[in-house]
């Protein structure tokens, strides 16, 4: 608030000068440019916190020129927030990992009152810039990974005959494959503009395969606008070849999409599963028990805000609990006196669902909480530059599955398995057996709203954690229990993921709103073909 | 400027009333009833929640200053409950039964749309304080929040200009808002030499969460060469999951800027802010801005909300504009009486939050300057452009069948009247 208010002022002054130093810097370029060259490493420093934002960019353009060893460093951390200023002491410092700062020019820890220092703001264009900047400076860094992203930028940012020929000599000792061929891709892509057609063929023919955008885009311009037929041809069948392995990519990607969205419906599904699949109770709470979840990621990141990275796996086992325990609360105090009343049970659960939404609200803020992701949730696996799966879906669909399998082991392996299995399928007798039929509902019934806790968990890293949570999924998993067939977890399963994979292919033809509109219908045709869903019970137990 | 001083010591009066008779009921029934419609549960309640806060506290406060024509201010607040039939019962039982001289409330364009035949019917009040679509002019309606030309055409301007953007997506949610804004931009785009097939125009519904191939799309979309940016007129909550896929498949506001027309300060502090640094916003208002009015009304509010972490948003500017220029017409007047004070109010100015006064126009709309700000790390926005006030235009210049129509509820006494036909349309183009 305050740095940014700070800046403000900043900005608006340089916005009165700017009609002053523009008539100035015309009167200097006209005169000698050496005026304003021999500004050293610090004074270039110290002017990057009290210029306007368009100064700073000239400011760092000077700063990268000087070669210094500290430049590198200044343009990084300008670049992501970590170069602070103290416009009393007029020092300039960057604030490292562990929160320490330290001083650009001197480069020694600071020890006194950091309480002024403010953070020296940047804007898109500003960024952009200096990511450029850093580019250059960083491509022969010993570090791998910072000259891969080097020489991507300037593969991104196109080169220049200077840029061109530094690449190629560089592209010779490059030891890393996939450096060399970003670096031999870049050229290629300078080549494409040479005036020597054999030059430009060449260069057509090395880009053949290559995934980049830019790449493609250079390709398509080249195969309309090029003078030479023969360029033009060998450039439309390089990106014939390259479509088609784009193609299959994507491919690949929608089948991921679908996979991450049916994850998310079997995890909003598979305890409705339980308690309206094995039990038969209709509930409308459903969606606000994980909500319940999904609050509880929250507080546990409320209690430990410095381990984010491990308050999930904290979460999971809290939200079990919390949602569990709120499942047996409804079970004894509302649903127990309704069974065999479909009807009514639905009623009283919607009820109790707009009494949570509404509890949820009054103790936590209509509004909505944030919950961040951690560290290992954020960002995507690149396998190329057309397939990319981001972290957070794909752990989210390990996720599925896993208690997917645990909860069918449960129900197979355990004796409270085989217990709810006896219940569901003949009550009476296996009360006559001595089981606690009571009993074992109540803690079925806690094992699906604690299982739909958990599944409050995942969501909360992909939605919003707020009172309407709920409503958003609470006819989706019903929709995927229907489908997949009432009393079969395997049902759940396929339901869920034939429904994600369904949705996702009719979305690029269809549209977010209309593909879902489509699911709806196909749904409500196949019910009717199909009234106990994919996989209905046999035996006598369906009979009832 | 002689009512006012008189109201001034009607006021004074009003308050040594107050002291002297001490008498609660007879204080009751001396009251100026104020409607507050917004809804308290339901989808919209995050937003609504808010600016019924914001109502309350801006009656508190006029209260304190001696109330309104000697009389003190008294809220009534109802719940719609985010359901839009039930907006248009609660302005019937506001205006009938409660008998309130005006209504604040709104915000989702199909409430307004609903309560809009009542308010007209029963010759009420109503200030609206969202940003909408424009292509509306009603006789009792008053906007004090953005029409296109407000937030959407400038937002577009500086990314063509200082972002030299040359491809577009218009991503929305499924409504009138995003549908009908997305119409101008459409139109305005290829008014600007821009062709069709840069432009991809997609919807999603309310509260969608599953992005991963819209995102996708957009980058595929985004690498044809062309700089893109992503124009956003998507609602609410849909906003975190779509951020957090942008920010997770790595689309840096560098790449692929994304100008967003309903992404507030409120929105951002619910959710984590780091991953969106650099992204945009169109409003009339930032938290961020400098002027001392709007210091003296984030320490007012963060008193009255009893929270000194609570954040302000733009639509609470345009409520407190809205609210201050009832408040001036109502003294200009001397009376609550709904056609005295429509009459009273075009013209009038109250200082907005951003340093700059904001005039009432005759079409019912007001003066706004557009301010373009880039999210930070804290989830304020660093003013990156602003113009100086820009008037609100009810009848968008950029769609056929609207650019000839023209409000102008003084002169012309009109709400769409085509400038060709020289023909007022009255009741049957509403």
New interface residues.
Partial sequence: MIHISHFFKHFILAFMLIGISTVNSVAQTEAEPIATAPLDFAALVQQLATGSLSERGDTVKQIALLKDPRSTVIIAALEQGNLYADNISNKVAIKDETGNFVDAIAQSAITSDISNFKKIPVNNSLRNQLRSLSAQLNLSSPDEAVRLSAVKRLLNDGLDADSAALLEEQSKTESVDKIKSAMDIAVALFSLKNSDEKIRIAAVDSLRGSLEPEARSALTETSTTDESEAVRNTAISALKSIESTISYYRFGETIFFGLSLGSVLLLSAIGLAITFGVMGVINMAHGELMMIGAYCTWVIQQLFPNHISYSLLLAVPTAFIVAGAVGVAIERGVIRFLYGRPLETLLATFGLSLVLQQAARSLFSPLNRAVSLPEWMSGSLVINPVLSITYNRLYILIFAILIFFMLLMILKKTSLGLKVRAVSQNRTMARAVGVRASWVDALTFGLGSGIAGVAGVALSQLTNVGPNLGQAYIIDSFMVVVFGGVGNLWGTLVGAMGLGIINKFLEPYAGAVLAKVLVLVLLILFIQKKPKGMFPQKGRAAAD | MKLKLIAKHVGALGIAAGLTIASFSAQAADTIKVGVLHS??G?M??SE?TLKDTVLMLIEEQNKKGGLLGKKLEPVVVDPASNWPLFAEKTRQLLEKDKVAAIFGCWTSVSRKSVLPVVEELNGILFYPVQYEGEESSKNVFYTGAAPNQQAIPAVDYLMK??KVKRWVLAGT?YVYPRTTNKILEAYLKAKGVKQEDIMI????F????W???V??IKKFG???KKTAVVSTING?AN??FY??L????VS??DI?VVAFSVGE?EL????AK?L??HLAAWNYF????SAANKEFIAKWKAFIKDPKRVTNDPMEATYIGFNLWVKAVQKAGTTDTDKVTAAIVGLEQPNLTGGVSKMLPNHHITKPVLIG?I???G?????SSTPLVAGDAWSDYLEGSKDLESDWISLKCGNYNTKTKKCLGAAAK
Avoid at chain 2, 287 to 290: N, Q, R, V
């Fill in positions: 308290l549960s989808t309640a995050i929640t200082e972002g499924d997609n919807y999603t519904p509260g969608h969460s599953d991963q191939n819209i996708s799309d690498s044809a060469g909550d975190v999951p957090r896929e920010g997770n498949q790595k506001a560098t800027p409120e502090s619910g959710l984590d991953p640094v650099g938290m961020s801005s400098e880039e930070q790390e804290d304020q926005f660093l003013t990156v």
